[in-house]
């Protein structure tokens, strides 16, 4: 339970979930209309493929699916754990994300549909970054998971027990930023097409070098450095 929480965890999952919102209205609004965020409603459009035997859309989704699954690998290659601790390798999972959402972009301005496999990649990366921070669940990509935990949060509260005030303040937060993201995604898309992307390649690539450099500078960091120099 969250009891109190570092203002990097908050910014970080504020911007990250903005950035997951704009791609996927984008993704979802362009030719393939599809999203690459959400994998449960894309679970039961190929299931509804098999059903009436479509094989270019069981082609095309069961692909998308596992690019989403391929970039949540990627992620725990790369980073290793599960528990957000500063430190870790966000900022190299952070430019894998850039690259694939530069991928895609590059490849949407193609009409080529392997650009919503490299987005898809780019959330599943992204989603599989953090797992939990001090028992909660923090997913950027998707709100089905954390509606529920603020809906069952607040039955608790309303049933008189006590809650982590500050665990639904993130959900909330979280919740309102990939709306906000979606809805600047839809806007931009509707006057500049795919260039709507550059918005979260922006922010993903700013949130790298930021990460970078203030995990660069942590105390520990420092004294690694300083050892590795002496002993050379």
């Given at each position: 339970m969250i009891t109190k929480l570092p203002k990097w965890i908050l910014w970080g999952g504020a911007v990250l979930a903005f950035s997951a919102g704009c791609v996927n209205t984008t993704a979802l609004m362009g030719f393939a209309n599809l999203s690459v965020s959400h994998v449960t409603g894309n679970v039961s459009l190929?299931?509804?493929?098999?059903?009436?035997?479509?094989?270019?859309?069981?082609?095309?989704?069961?692909?998308?699916?596992?690019?989403?699954?391929?970039?949540?690998?990627?992620?725990?290659?790369?980073?290793?754990q599960t528990s957000l601790t500063l430190g870790r390798r966000y900022g190299r999972a952070l430019y894998f994300e850039a690259a694939l959402l530069i991928a895609a972009y590059w490849l949407y301005q193609q009409h080529d549909y392997l650009g919503q496999l490299a987005a898809a990649m780019a959330c599943g990366l992204q989603n599989a970054m953090v797992a939990t921070y001090?028992?909660?669940?923090?997913?950027?990509?998707?709100?089905?998971?954390?509606?529920?935990?603020?809906?069952?949060?607040?039955?608790?509260?309303?049933?008189?027990?006590?809650?982590?005030?500050?665990?639904?303040?993130?959900?909330?937060?979280?919740?309102?930023?990939?709306?906000?993201g979606s809805t600047v995604g839809?806007?931009?898309?509707?006057?500049?097409?795919?260039?709507?992307?550059?918005v979260p390649i922006i922010i993903v690539l700013t949130?790298?070098?930021?990460?970078?450099?203030?995990?660069?500078h942590l105390p520990e960091q420092r004294e690694t450095k300083l050892k590795k120099r002496s002993s050379s």
């Open positions: 190929f299931a509804a493929a098999i059903a009436y035997s479509d094989s270019r859309s069981i082609l095309y989704i069961g692909a998308l699916l596992l690019s989403f699954l391929s970039g949540a690998i990627l992620s725990g290659f790369v980073i290793g001090s028992g909660a669940v923090i997913r950027t990509t998707h709100l089905t998971g954390l509606t529920s935990d603020m809906g069952a949060a607040i039955g608790n509260w309303l049933a008189g027990r006590s809650i982590s005030k500050p665990t639904l303040g993130f959900q909330a937060v979280i919740w309102y930023c990939f709306c906000g839809a806007f931009l898309f509707a006057k500049v097409g795919y260039d709507a992307l550059f949130a790298a070098f930021i990460y970078n450099y203030v995990s660069n």
